[in-house]
């Protein structure tokens, strides 16, 4: 079946600093991959998606791009901000079916100022 | 912009109760979930629902159930609330056969005392 596995947290950053938070995958086909982000009190807001290999996706100074070769879609961003402080989700998607979704289990970031 | 809207942000209950969430779509999407979120095991699903009157067990769907009477709201059930089922539900909904990601509520903090 699918799996997702992304770095434990919590992770703690000092403002400006870089962050990448990696994520692997297991699934069968070419599965489309996403990263959510939970602000405090609220749901999930999708971040970013790439849908087929070598894709980029990129939003708010946010990147991951889809590596197939090694079944990774790890969130990378150059200088993290207060604002940034969140829980941060990798999932993918099979085509097909019933688009059910396969989560991480989420990575907790604290930006420090 | 799809807009998932969740009856209510907070929510507490005793045990033994019947327990209904709801969750509404406005972009008349086929496919519609309802996760759990616990800390350090991301978000698990419960129930989905492709169709009206539809519904598919997802990994954990003991101890609730779910009702699809019109396409736009998707309904949860806890039959007899226990104490192990305090926690964060978060439904979801996305268009059928689209490679598109789900869009998520905010979500009900449910606790059961």
């Known amino acids: 079946g699918n799996s997702v596995t992304q770095m434990e947290g919590p992770v703690t950053l000092s403002e400006e600093a870089f962050l990448t938070i990696n994520c692997t995958y297991t699934a069968t086909g070419y599965p489309s991959l996403f990263w959510y982000v939970q602000y405090p009190g609220e749901g999930l807001q999708l971040l970013l998606k790439?849908?087929?290999?070598?894709d980029k996706g990129s939003n708010k100074g946010f990147e991951a791009t889809y590596r197939k070769e090694t079944t990774s879609f790890h969130l990378e961003k150059g200088s993290v901000q207060v604002s940034d402080s969140a829980v941060y989700f990798c999932?993918?998607?099979?085509?097909?079916?019933?688009?059910?979704?396969?989560f991480g289990t989420g990575t907790k970031l604290q930006v420090i100022p | 912009d799809v807009k998932v809207t969740q009856s209510s942000r907070y929510l507490v209950k005793r045990t033994g109760e019947k327990v209904f969430l709801e969750c509404v779509q406005d972009?008349?999407?086929?496919?519609m979930f309802w996760y759990r979120q616990d800390p350090g095991l991301g978000l698990r699903l419960i129930y989905f629902s492709y169709d009206v009157k539809m519904k598919e067990k997802g990994d954990i769907p003991e101890g609730y159930s779910v009702s699809r009477e019109k396409k736009e709201r998707f309904s949860l059930i806890l039959e007899s609330a226990s104490t192990n089922q305090t926690s964060m539900y978060l439904c979801?909904?996305?268009?059928?056969?689209?490679?598109?990601?789900?869009?998520f509520g905010d979500g009900t903090r449910l606790s059961i005392l």
């Open positions: 979801a909904s996305v268009r059928q056969g689209s490679n598109q990601p789900q869009h």
């Open positions: 972009m008349d999407h086929e496919n």
């Open positions: 790439a849908t087929k290999a070598d």
């Open positions: 999932a993918l998607m099979n085509s097909g079916g019933y688009q059910k979704v396969t």
